[in-house]
């Protein structure tokens, strides 16, 4: 799988748009980009995946780059409780390939 | 639906004792798996299963055995514990890795401390 590179944290203010990005610059045709976060040592959540094409649920929004190597995850309008650390992961779809690669992620904290 | 559950929570252990950590998961997931956090570190796979009855190694198996006798139970074993296996253990369910429908289920994590 693809490596991933996150900066280690970012600040954001309650109610501004946050923006995490995440480089994948080895990413191949297959791999699919997942975003998982983990509020203060709960169990990892996840949060949207994609492969080419924009995606949005109702818990944040996913751009991918046309070249798809790099991406960035976005939380439409913050709240304290989205502050967490974010894991941007990098996967290809094969059975067999069982794991989800957790780097060091970026820690998010939402600023009153 | 409880989802993912661990037990013990917390647990202290001294260096050579044995225990067993139990998953319990109750959304018919095919898949299910153990990690491992280490202070300030991501998520290590240690053992992982695609179906009842069947293990295998991740990243980081040593140390550690597991076993899958029911569908919805994922046990994970330290025979005897060492200081390194201090950490935070998570478990994890999911209906299969095929996508586009991946996604991994967490439970709360089990603390455990080997002094």
């Known amino acids: ?13 309650e109610g501004r748009a946050a923006n995490l990005p995440c480089n994948h610059s080895t990413i191949s045709g297959n791999e699919y980009v997942y ?10 959540q996840y949060i949207i995946h994609g492969l080419k094409n924009n995606e949005t649920n109702e818990m944040a929004s996913l751009i991918i780059t046309e070249d798809r190597k790099s991406s960035t995850l976005i939380l439409p309008h913050a709240t304290l409780r989205d502050t967490a650390v974010y894991y941007c992961i990098v996967r290809g779809p094969n059975f ?3 794991k989800l690669t957790f780097g060091t992620g970026t820690r998010l904290t939402i600023i009153p | 639906n409880a989802g993912v559950t661990q037990t013990p929570k917390f647990r202290v252990l ?16 095919e898949y299910m798996y153990w990690y491992r956090q280490d202070p300030g ?11 009842e009855g069947t293990t295998a190694k991740g990243e ?3 140390g550690y055995n597991v076993s899958r006798l029911k569908k919805q139970n994922f046990l ?25 429908s991946y996604e991994q289920y967490f439970g709360p994590g089990t603390r455990l401390t080997v002094t």
């Open chain 1, 1 to 13: 799988d693809a490596k991933t590179t996150q900066p280690p944290s970012m600040d954001c203010a």
């Open chain 2, 76 to 100: 994970l074993g330290l025979e005897s514990a060492a200081p390194s296996q201090t950490s935070v253990y998570f478990c994890a369910s999911s209906y299969s890795t095929g996508v586009p």
């Open chain 2, 60 to 62: 980081v198996p040593d």
């Open chain 1, 35 to 44: 975003w998982y976060r983990q509020i203060h040592s709960q169990g990892p």
């Open chain 1, 96 to 98: 067999g390939n069982e």
């Open chain 2, 41 to 51: 570190m991501g998520l290590r796979l240690i053992h992982y299963s695609v179906g």
């Open chain 2, 14 to 29: 001294k260096t050579g004792q044995s225990m067993t950590l139990l998953c319990a998961q109750d959304m018919n997931h």
